[in-house]
């Protein structure tokens, strides 16, 4: 697979120059204003199909030609993109089977984007022409150093064509594969393998379109590396299977900064870099993120003084290689005339947008070098968008089982701790961790209870909770007792699930202290594993709530419950402890993110106030200071320490 070999930390954005064609001197313009804003790297002509074939098989490239030339006179590089996220109005009317059909069988109007058939082979074909026709033309442009496709593949279509894949299914409730139709609304949505199966099968037919789409650029360009822009805690496609079909991975990053819990906002910004990361186990692009606000959310922020360079250096700490921004020159009209651009309707550079978006540009200057470095972390997380689909859908013990806010809260614990944390699926290598958290895993593909046995007994560090072990990779129940397959590693039995109500709180008395816990309570038996903790409340008060399991060289821990945040930070304290595993950074404040790549750590204040933290001896990457000891940070403040 071709590589992203970038010989700098790239710094750039969506550039749609397709909206000012009438306008060269706005084109003259935004040339001197991304060198003045130290860019070196725009993603080109994301949604321009209709400026490209302007009518069914007549292509317009002189425009695009014209554009790269200029960007590569001026030291410029691009991300060419393939503009299959949107279609020109002309292919829906001609042709309205390339339009998504919904759940409920009706087909939508043209409009929006990613509104297509992924099966469609109509579509399918124009796609192929034009990124045949594309990579022909620019595939050796000197300005170009990588393709990006589409954009934020998403959603599903339930047409007739969409349905083809049923031929391979199981179930034994219909008498012919022509009985079925995807979960719906108004059919079936109660079939739980089913409803997986489908999620399977979007991804499957989402990726084998992105591979389709890929297919002549693969061919023509052979040394381009190809992504596509992935999206925040994405639902409906499983990313580590998907990404299987990439070169690299990138990421559009827009956190709420300025809500009510900035630090838990960081915290969901750190999980997806570090999520990102591992797609590929290789640096991403942040493909986007906004240098001031955007217009979708439903209360539009502007970035406070600071939060810009220090919220773009976050993204490279955890280990993109690129800062790039949605949009390059707001648009003039439409759905993102207000969306935060870094050149504005004013035209202009002189803007605080402007100055951060420049500063920005000096700091990847100053940390040029490190792109392509990797933390190596020794912490893992498990997240897995396959458990998340079934664990949603299952009916009992209670509706909500928030799922993603467990996974944050053991993230957050971990993170506390002062280390860098891989988050991966079921899917990945468990071999280089010493401590593995996986919270909530109730669904067990085929291998990875015997896997994750397999990495207790070689002396890692297992922390499982309530709702383990419940089903296979079908949904089917395992039989002869919960966790399934784990039992073994974890020594325990699960007899019965409590659930609790919104308000209610059970507690765990342990090391002579007590914790409130929340929502589950499992009613466990200790087989081989210790009791650590035991229930305070209920008619199972003093039963066993919190074990530890030794096994081979290693260690299986289980929290039968949703314990609270502060239960997290001690118990994972001890857990480190245990495995052997040292933080980059002591007594870390709550609020303060830090994170490495190769020998360059990143402390970075997101606590909304001034803290002190302890820094190693080393440089400040970003003024050449000698740092170290007692330090403080001032409110968005971020130290690179070259040690
Ligand atoms: C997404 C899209 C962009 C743009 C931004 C706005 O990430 O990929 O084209 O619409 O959102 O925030
Ligand atoms: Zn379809």
Sequence with gaps: MPELKLPFLGHGGDYNPDQWRDCPEILNEDIRLMKLAGCNLMSVGIFAWS????????????????????????????????????RPAWMSQRYPEVLRVRPDGTRNLHGERHNHCFTSPVYRGFVNRMNTALATRFGRHPAVVGWHISNEYGGECHCELCHAWWT?????????????????????????????????????????????????????????????????????????DFSEGLDFAS?????????PDEERTALGAAFNFDMMRCLKQKPFALMESTPSQVNWQPVCKLKKPGMHLLSSLQAVAHGA????????????????????????????????????????????????????????????????????????DCQGPRREKHYMDVVLEHYRALKRRGVDVDVIDESRDFAPYKLIAAPMLYMLRPGVAERLTQFVERGGTLVCTAMTGRVDEDDLCFLGG????????????????????????????????????????????????????????????????VTVNALGAGRACYIATRPSPEFLDEFYAEAFKHADIA??????????????????????????????VTLPRGTDALTGEAVGGETALEVNGIRVING
């Design 51 to 86: 400026a490209l074939e302007p009518e069914e098989g007549v292509y317009d490239f002189d425009w695009l030609e014209n554009v790269l030339d200029r960007l590569h006179a001026a030291g410029i590089s691009a991300f060419l993109a393939t503009p299959s996220g949107a």
């Design 168 to 240: 391979g299914f199981w179930s034994k409730k219909y008498t012919d594969w022509s009985q079925l139709h995807s979960p719906s609304p108004i059919g079936e949505t109660g079939l739980h393998g089913l409803n997986l199966a489908w999620r399977r099968f979007v991804t499957h037919q989402t990726a084998d379109f992105m591979r389709a789409e890929a297919e002549p650029l693969r061919r023509l360009t052979p040394d381009l590396p190809i992504t596509t822009n992935l999206m925040e805690l994405f639902y409906d496609i499983d990313y580590f």
């Design 251 to 259: 990421y559009d990053s827009y956190p709420r900064w300025g809500g």
């Design 321 to 392: 290689d690129t800062v790039q921004y949605f949009q390059w020159r707001k648009s003039r009209g439409a759905s993102e005339k207000f969306h935060g651009a870094v050149v504005g309707h004013s035209g202009h550079e002189h803007t605080r947008v402007f100055r951060d978006v420049q500063s920005v540009g000096e700091a990847l200057k100053a940390l040029n070098g490190i792109q392509g470095a990797m933390p190596g972390a020794k912490v893992a997380l498990l997240y897995d968008v396959q458990n998340r689909w079934a664990l949603e």
């Design 482 to 545: 919960f966790p399934g397959p784990l039992r073994t590693a974890l020594g325990i039995w699960i007899e019965d699930i409590d659930a609790l109500y919104d308000g209610e709180q059970n507690g765990i008395a342990m090391n002579g202290q007590s914790h409130s816990c929340i929502e589950l309570c499992e009613l466990i038996h200790a087989e081989t594993a210790k009791v650590l903790g035991s229930y305070e409340k209920d008619f199972y008060a003093g039963e066993p709530c």
């Design 583 to 612: 933080p980059l950074i002591e007594a870390l404040p709550a609020g303060v993110d830090v994170a490495r790549r190769g020998n360059t750590l990143f402390v970075m204040n997101f606590t909304g106030a001034p803290v002190t």
